[in-house]
Every structure is written in structure tokens, then in C-alpha cells.
């Protein structure tokens, strides 16, 4: 398996590993449920330098992304960030990417298990004027998440994290760390308040040290999984795949219409002719749901779970799953656990979402 530059630092930390993605990656260091908390409440730093950064440059990279993504990237002012996705002819997701647009440039943080064959598909269909790069080789990615993220980070940067809006991004100045690339985005994946930071390698266990010795917790997968499924935030091989479109994930607030692009024409055929499938999310009073249960809705099986887990916010099982049917909030479906039904509801996404200052 692949290991990221802090390794042995998370080995010093006595961290559990686990594969992700073909990567060996702490999946908690004291326990899922303590780290969950730090995030939830100060502030949790996570390594996630198994995510994969590919650069697009050239007169074209703007035009070339817009055929590939339905998003809209002319619409993104230099500075400025945008969830989306790429999507195959049949409107399936390949993966979903965040889009930094840069003055000369745009960066795409691509998912780990997917960035070679991301980087496949968009060398596939280049254009003139394009240049691509794989980047991630060099790099490291850390994300600062929680309420006290802001806090914690800013003796660090010289500019005013304050007026960095959510999914914006800047060129910090780091203190006193000095890498030749260095990037700061205010996204994350936990439904908090948080930085991504990207920066060469060679700086990776110097500010790894210096965030953790000024206050924030190592967080594994294991409470990464658990922060983004109580925010519903879709995980890839989960909500989202190449046999499951926008509509159907729930994402076709991340889709223009007015616009073409790689997919479309399926995408509006199944907007005209109706899905196949809803996703739903879900609370329980007891039990724990898991992946690929069943769901029950009036006696028949409707559906099955994608993602399910013990929720240390609400302190109770949630989920989200795929429904022949669609299904309304509060309404009362069944999941079959260990072949016994356990009640449950259905809940208007997300679970969790924090309160802004």
C-alpha cells in the first residue's frame, strides 16, 4: 500500500491503519468517537495527502473544463472554489472534484482512489491549448477542521483568515515555514468551519508538529466518515458512482443545464422520463444500519443502505440509502439488520449543520 509523507508521525501517534484507496491511513488515533468530537467542538487536523491534485493551464483550460464538468467554471472569479463532478456519456459520476480557480490556472483536488483515472479521462479528452499535471506526488494536504480552526491556524499566516469566505481560497504567506507551493482553501468535509492545506512535501512534519502542538487533535478516517455522513456530504463508492447520476445522489443543485457538457444528454433524458432511484437519509431510535441493508417501506424491500453508522452528534444510528421510491421526511420505513426490521424514519437532509457566527 501507499503511505503519505507523515507515516511514521501518525506511527509515533499510535495510530490504527487501515486501506483506503490503496493508501495505509489512520483511521483513529485514540477513538472515532473522541476525535469526532475535538472537530465538532475546537478543532481536529486530519492528513489526507492521499487525495490527488491535478493542474489544468494553458488559453483553454477554462473552455476545456466547461465540457467536462456541469458546473459552471467562467462563473468562478480567480479565488473562488466550486464543488462538481466529472460525469461519463451516461450522466454517472466518475468522481467528485473541487474546482480552484487561480489567476493563470485551475486546480482540481481529485478523490484518492479515483485520481488515476481522473487524470485518464481528462487526458482523453484534451484540447488544444491544454497542459495537464499530476501534482500530487509533491505535495501534502492537511485539513484544519472545527469552531476554533480560524484560531489555531492564524499565527501561522500572515493574511487575515477572517476574510477568507467559505469555498475561497488565497496563496499564504506561511510563518515560519517558507515551501516553494503553498495553498489555503476555506473547504472541508466535516460540515465545520475549517482549512485545506496544500503545500510541498518537504514542509509536511513541520507544520503537522506545529498544529498539533498548538492545539489541534489527530483525526483518523474513521471520524472523517462519521463527520461528512452526519453533514450528508456524499462519499464516492457510496451516494455517488459511475452507475449513479447527480439527480439520482441528490446533487442537480451542482448541475447548469444551460450549459453543455459531457452526459447532458442523458441527464435531461432522465430529468424528462423520471429516476430510477432516491437517495434518502435516515434516522433510527435503535440500531445501527450499515452498508447494503435493506430498506423496508410498507412491508417491501424498496431500496438499500449506502452508508450507515453510529452518529456521536444525534447519539443515534443514521444512514442514507437508494429507494425505487421517493421518500418524504418523516416518513416510516424498516431496516433489515442482522435479519430483524428496526424501525426507522426518513429526515430532511443534512443531520447536522452547524450554527454560523
Sequence with gaps: MLQTVLYDE??????????????EMPVFYSSIIDEHNAVRNKAGIFDTSHMGEILISGPGAVNFLEKLVPARVAALAPGQ?????????????IDDIIIYRR??????????????????????NITQSVSLENLSAGLCL??????????????????????IKYFNFITPDFVPFKPEFAFLARTGYTGEDGFELL?????????????????????????????????????????????????EAGLSWAVSFDKDFIGKPALVKEKN????????A?????????GNCDIIYRGEKTGSVVSGTFSPTLKKGIGMGFSAKRLEPGEKIEILIHGQKK???????????????
Design 10 to 23: 501518525h506511527k509515533k501517534l499510535n495510530a490504527r491503519f487501515t486501506e483506503f484507496g490503496g493508501w
Design 81 to 93: 472554489a466550486r464543488y462538481s463532478m466529472l460525469l461519463n456519456e451516461n450522466g454517472g459520476i
Design 103 to 124: 489567476e493563470k490556472d485551475i486546480l482540481l483536488i481529485v478523490n484518492a482512489s479515483n485520481a488515476g483515472k481522473d487524470f485518464e479521462w481528462l487526458k482523453k
Design 142 to 163: 492537511l485539513a484544519l477542521q472545527g469552531p476554533e480552526a480560524e484560531k489555531l491556524l492564524q499565527p501561522f499566516v500572515k493574511q487575515d483568515l477572517s476574510k
Design 199 to 247: 503545500f510541498s512535501k518537504e514542509c509536511a512534519v513541520q507544520v503537522w508538529q506545529a498544529l498539533l502542538k498548538a492545539g489541534a487533535k489527530p483525526c483518523g478516517l474513521g471520524c472523517r466518515d462519521t463527520l461528512r455522513l452526519e453533514a450528508c456530504m456524499p462519499l464516492h463508492g457510496h451516494e455517488i458512482d459511475e452507475a449513479t447520476t447527480p439527480l
Design 273 to 280: 422520463e423520471g429516476l430510477k432511484k432516491y437517495l434518502a
Design 282 to 290: 435516515f434516522s433510527m431510535s435503535g440500531g445501527i444500519p450499515r
Design 343 to 357: 424501525p426507522a424514519e426518513v429526515v430532511k437532509k443534512p443531520f447536522y449543520k452547524r450554527i454560523k457566527n
